[in-house]
């Protein structure tokens, strides 16, 4: 293979670029999963195209990387509307969310990802501008100041969020419906990858999708980023995208049956190796990975714990049987696990 041709630009580069945003569906028809959600959607927005309105305020909430920026970009497509992006992070001053809805136009659709974490300020703005499409600036300061209303067009809200439970309810409850996203299943996985596939020119068998959605954490977000790590491996070494070329692929990169990436086996090999099992603490799990207390707990504990790795209990974290035999060890005589919860045939 030359390698002028994979490091000089050529017109592909651009079909490249351009593969991005054609990754995300532009319809519900087009949106792989979640199906009960995408019909709650479809009848919203037809009954608001049928009443000439807009749609009512849509909360989405669920793990990162279900689709949560694609629904609302969706969103903003059938109903024919603009969208304009924010982030909660963004919006730490109530002026900060003043100056974005006073420029809204009717009928556009405002999407506000991770929105727990606005300024509490600019959350009590937003209560009024949902509910009555006006919002209050306050003009002067001390005794002379006074509150100037100032009208909205009307506008739909969609709001991201990863932890519902940190919106306080008087937000919460000013949205018209709340969509409730949840894992893919490996067949709709395997559809994703289908369609990404076709759109990168990438050959893919049944049996290399299923490789791949069985390592993809049941997230779109992590298949597709899988795939294309699939392709670069099979651009560089040629032979096709066989099962055996997803393997070694996704192995380079430190993915295992299960898709746990190298910190998940760090975190789980000190559970088993160092600690016997558990249980052991959060602060000194994390101390003897060398992450975060925060990290563990937020972004590799959710997924051990719901394949049935590890167990939190309140004397801390506890390996399971399924994790003893994930990684081919015994449990020790003396760890602590009930009588007759591990067998010998591990």
């Not at 969020?161 to 894992?183: I, Q, V, W």
């Not at 049956?257 to 099992?277: I, N, Q, S």
């Not at 994790?323 to 010998?344: N, V």
């Amino acid at each position: 293979m030359d390698v002028d041709a994979i490091s000089s630009p050529d017109p592909e580069s651009d079909q490249e670029l351009a593969f991005e945003g054609a990754l995300r569906p532009k319809s519900l028809d087009e949106f792989v999963g979640q199906t009960k959600v995408r019909g709650q959607l479809e009848l919203l927005l037809k009954a608001a195209a049928m009443q000439n309105r807009a749609p009512d305020h849509i909360l989405l909430a669920g793990p990162p990387g279900l689709g949560k920026t694609t629904l609302a970009i969706i969103v903003a497509l059938e109903s024919g509307k603009p969208l304009r992006m924010s982030s909660g992070p963004a919006i730490q001053h109530a002026g900060d969310l003043a100056a974005v809805l006073s420029s809204l136009v009717p009928g556009e659709v405002l999407f506000i990802d991770e929105i727990h974490r606005m300024a509490r300020s600019a959350e009590e703005m937003l209560y009024l501008a949902m509910e009555d499409f006006r919002i209050d600036i306050m003009v002067g300061k001390g005794a002379g100041a006074t509150s100037i209303p100032l009208e909205l067009a009307p506008f739909t809200l969609v709001g991201a969020t990863t932890r519902a439970g940190l919106l306080p309810n008087p937000l919460r409850d000013r949205f018209g419906f709340t969509a409730h996203l949840e894992f893919y299943d490996e067949p709709e996985l395997e559809r994703v990858l289908a369609r990404a596939a076709d759109l990168l020119g990438l050959e893919l068998s049944g049996d290399s999708r299923a490789e791949i959605a069985r390592r993809s954490r049941g997230t779109p977000r992590i298949a597709n980023r899988l795939l294309r790590r699939v392709r670069d491996y099979e651009l560089v070494h040629g032979g096709g995208a066989s099962v055996a070329a997803v393997q070694a692929a996704l192995e380079l990169y430190d993915v295992d049956p299960l898709g746990l990436d190298r910190l998940d086996r760090a975190v789980m090999h000190a559970v088993l190796m160092r600690f016997d099992g558990g249980p052991v603490g959060l602060n000194t799990l994390a101390v003897s990975v060398g992450e975060e207390a925060e990290t563990i707990e937020s972004v590799v504990e959710p997924f051990l714990v719901r394949i049935g790795l590890l167990t939190r209990t309140p004397r801390g974290r506890v390996a399971s049987r399924e994790a003893w035999k994930h990684f081919g060890l015994r449990p020790p005589a003396a760890s602590g696990a009930q009588p007759g919860l591990f067998d010998d045939d591990l």
